[in-house]
């Protein structure tokens, strides 16, 4: 009979997340805040950083992070042309 899993048993965390998905979000508010360039070259710099770091170091969301790094880049070309 199969084991299932109690309900006070813990669901181990997954460390290294927190970087991949903080630039997943710096991306996304990068490009809804687009009419404001200030704020979308600031977010989109610390996103790409964020991203970079959380690929290098190898963490468990490196998908959010490739995702991150593609928002981010996407807001800081598209603001880059149009300015």
Known sequence: MPKY????DEIPPQHGTELSTASLILGIIALALMCIWQITITLSIVGVVLGIIAIIIKSSGRNLAIAGLICNIAALTTIILLL
Do not use: F, H, K, L
């Open 5 to 8: 899993r109690e309900i006070n």
